[in-house]
C-alpha cells in the first residue's frame, strides 16, 4: 500500500527556516513526480512546488519562489521541502502528494489534478 508521510513541521518565527520531509514507501515512487502543496486557514489547497522524477527538473509557486527548495533522494524514498524567511502568510498544513501516472523522467506538473495521492500533511505555523 502507498504511502506519504509527512514531517518536520511546527512553531517558527518569522524570518525563521523548516525543512519539511516526506517518506515514501509501498509504491515505485522513485517514477513519480512529487509536489508540496499547502491548504491555509479557510482557504484552499494551493500548488507549492514540484519536482520530476529524475530530480533535474523542478516547479515552484511564485509566491515562494527564492525562498523555497523542493528535492528528493531517490535512494532515501524521501521528498524535501527546504523553507526560508518564513512569514505569517505560510501558515498552512503542508501536504505531499504524488502524480503516479506514468510520465516521462523529466516530467513536472503543477496542476493540483495530476496529483492522485497525498499524505496526512504536517502544520507550519509561522508567528510574527
Known amino acids: 500500500q502507498d504511502q506519504l508521510v509527512e514531517s518536520g513541521g511546527g512553531l517558527v518565527q518569522a524570518g525563521g527556516s523548516l525543512r519539511l520531509s516526506c517518506a515514501t514507501s509501498?509504491?515505485?515512487?522513485?517514477?513519480?513526480?512529487l509536489g508540496w502543496f499547502r491548504q491555509p486557514p479557510g482557504n484552499d489547497r494551493e500548488f507549492i512546488a514540484a519536482?520530476?522524477?529524475?530530480?533535474?527538473?523542478?516547479a515552484v509557486a511564485d509566491s515562494v519562489k527564492g525562498r523555497f527548495t523542493i528535492s528528493r533522494d531517490n535512494a532515501k524514498n524521501t521528498l524535501y521541502l527546504q523553507m526560508n524567511s518564513l512569514n505569517s502568510e505560510d501558515t498552512a498544513v503542508y501536504y505531499c502528494?504524488?502524480?503516479?501516472?506514468?510520465?516521462?523522467?523529466?516530467?513536472?506538473?503543477?496542476?493540483?489534478?495530476?496529483?492522485?495521492?497525498w499524505g496526512q500533511g504536517t502544520q507550519v505555523t509561522v508567528s510574527s
Open positions: 509501498g509504491g515505485t515512487f522513485s517514477n513519480y513526480v
Open positions: 519536482i520530476s522524477a529524475s530530480g533535474t527538473d523542478t
Open positions: 502528494e504524488a502524480d503516479r501516472a506514468v510520465r516521462s523522467a523529466n516530467y513536472v506538473t503543477s496542476r493540483p489534478r495530476d496529483y492522485d495521492y
